[in-house]
């Protein structure tokens, strides 16, 4: 049994297609294939049921499979470890990043990162909340930046900082100098949402309580898939929507006058790091954090009073 034939054994888990795996780990099917069937004759059990697509593991494939992963995991702290010792800041790193953040705070840490930290591969990628907690777990990400709470314990949360929410109104709007308060100022039916499966979605609506309250919607409805969609429509059509605070910071200044804040306490989101418990990329990670840290307001670093977040 090796370190190599146990990579292969998690691939085939994570992807589930034979070729897929094999593609991702550089070399033939045919190769991978048999490393596989090496590993289950040493064994002396079959790992994966291959007359079904895609590939499924067997009942003793899944304890296998799972004690390979931490095996491998373990084996890549002797890297970290000499890395560590060297001083070395370098290797690969896989983010990912949720749409409601992706363009707003990549393009505020991305250059300096690059330029602090040569020796990293970095790639990002940016998936949901759920999609990306399923990346994490099957080690196709090192880590997320996303925003908590998550039930699993096998995740470590790193906070990173806070971000308020704001209104974000039709030039049209007739009351220049109006503060939104929870939730009652909220018109539900003028309200412009994200599409299912963004967690921005579900925390709009239990801040206005949609779903507690008669909503008399218009006869046109839209999901967006993007922020900037939101915005469009509400320039477009009229209405509301609720943005994100770093999706504010480049408007110009005919649309930051359509900027309504919430009165005191605002709502607010905690923005965190997210890894598997046991990550071995420390450093890494150190890196991450400290470039997303130096790239953020001093004012959004600060902790906010229990009760305000937006959750």
């Known amino acids: 049994?090796?370190?190599?034939?146990?990579?292969y054994l998690i691939a085939v888990d994570t992807y589930r297609q034979l070729t897929i795996a094999a593609d991702k780990c550089?070399?033939?099917q045919p190769a991978l294939?048999?490393?596989l069937q090496k590993l289950e004759d040493e064994l002396g059990a079959k790992l994966f049921d291959r007359s079904r697509q895609p590939v499924i593991p067997t009942e003793i494939g899944r304890a296998v499979i799972e004690q390979a992963r931490i095996v491998v995991q373990e084996s890549r702290r002797i890297t970290d470890i000499v890395q560590q010792a060297k001083d070395e800041v370098a290797g690969d790193l896989r983010v990912g990043i949720i749409p409601t953040l992706a363009p707003y705070?990549?393009?505020?840490?991305?250059a300096p990162f690059l330029q602090n930290y040569p020796a990293i591969r970095l790639s990002v990628r940016e998936v949901t909340t759920d999609m990306l907690l399923q990346l994490l777990k099957?080690?196709?990400?090192d880590v997320g930046i996303a925003v908590p709470p998550f039930s699993d314990g096998n995740l470590a949360e790193r906070r990173l900082f806070y971000e308020e929410f704001v209104v974000y109104v039709s030039g049209q709007d007739v009351s220049p100098n109006k503060q939104y308060t929870l939730p009652d100022d909220i018109e539900p039916d003028q309200l412009w949402l994200l599409?299912?499966?963004h967690c921005m979605r579900s925390q709009i609506m239990n801040l206005c309580e949609l779903r507690k309250r008669r909503v008399e919607w218009r006869n046109f409805q839209y999901q967006a898939g993007s922020i900037e969609a939101l915005k469009r429509m509400v320039e477009r059509y009229g209405g509301l929507t609720i943005l994100p605070e770093l999706a504010i910071v480049d408007l110009p200044t005919e649309q930051q006058a359509q900027i309504?804040?919430?009165a005191a306490p605002a709502p607010v989101r905690e923005i965190s790091l997210i890894t598997q418990a046991n990550y071995v990329k420390q450093p890494l990670i150190a890196a991450l954090e400290a470039e997303i840290m130096r790239a953020v307001p001093g004012r959004m670093q600060q902790p906010v009073e229990a009760g305000h977040f937006f959750a």
Do not use: A, D, K, Y
């Not at 705070?105 to 991305?110: A, C, I, K, M, R």
């Open 1 to 7: 049994m090796t370190l190599v034939q146990l990579e």
């Open 26 to 28: 550089f070399i033939s």
């Open 33 to 35: 294939s048999m490393q």
């Open 105 to 110: 705070l990549l393009p505020l840490f991305l």
């Open 138 to 141: 099957s080690e196709q990400l």
């Open 195 to 197: 599409e299912e499966g």
């Open 260 to 262: 309504r804040r919430f």
